[in-house]
T-cell receptor, first 116, second 113 residues
């Protein structure tokens, strides 16, 4: 069964450093998403991406964040200058259709980001 | 800002019995709801959804009930199995075209053999 993959599984970085979290969505999917879950808190939507542009983003997704689909398979989340509060599990997801009434998302296993 | 609430952080149920997971929301504009299941070290897995025009949706052992007037939905799992032990998240969407889902904090279900 096709699945969403994410690398690395755990990323440790120093505050102020840039990080890039990588995701390979399911190959025939068209919509891509990033979510995060701070330890002990709820899952939070960050951004959705379609047709090579951001279609929706939350207030969390500020200028420090960017997303890119650099080729036909990868979908990346970049944090330009990490802060301690960026420490979280970051989940990538993809869906074959717009997450409308019938669509479902397939989540990756997550990347745990630890900012020291 | 807790637009989606799951007031029980944990629930224990005997195998074979019914598990009922509850979710309350405050935003009357939410029009579509989903339940996700999450095992440790894995991403959330979609379970079942319901549109605000319905009050019930069933898929195998899983049934979701929606009470719009009470702004309440529940997930019933019958019969519960040990493999159902996981964290269950309720999520809600604001409008037909949005992809921004608001998640609840989750309820940890333990199904005891």
């Amino acid at each position: 069964e096709p699945e969403v993959t994410q690398t690395p599984s755990h990323q440790v970085t120093q505050m102020g450093q840039e990080v890039i979290l990588r995701c390979v969505p399911i190959s025939n999917h068209l919509y891509f998403y990033w979510y995060r879950q701070i330890l002990g808190q709820k899952v939070e939507f960050l951004v959705s991406f379609y047709n090579n542009e951001i279609s929706e983003k939350s207030e969390i997704f500020d200028d420090q964040f960017s997303v890119e689909r650099p080729d036909g398979s990868n979908f990346t989340l970049k944090i330009r200058s990490t802060k301690l509060e960026d420490s979280a599990m970051y989940f990538c997801a993809s869906s074959p259709t717009k997450l409308a009434r019938m669509g479902t998302q397939y989540f990756g296993p997550g990347t745990r980001l630890t900012v020291l | 800002d807790q637009q989606v609430k799951q007031n029980s952080p944990s629930l224990s149920v005997q195998e074979g019995r019914i598990s009922i997971l509850n979710c309350d929301y405050t935003n009357s504009m939410f029009d579509y709801f989903l339940w996700y299941k999450k095992y440790p070290a894995e991403g959330p897995t979609f379970l079942i959804s319901i549109s605000s025009i319905k009050d019930k949706n069933e898929d195998g052992r899983f049934t979701v009930f929606l009470n719009k007037s009470a702004k309440h939905l529940s997930l019933h799992i019958v019969p519960s199995q040990p493999g159902d032990s996981a964290v269950y998240f309720c999520a809600a969407r604001v409008d037909n075209y949005g992809q921004n889902f608001v998640f609840g904090p989750g309820t940890r279900l333990s199904v005891l053999p």
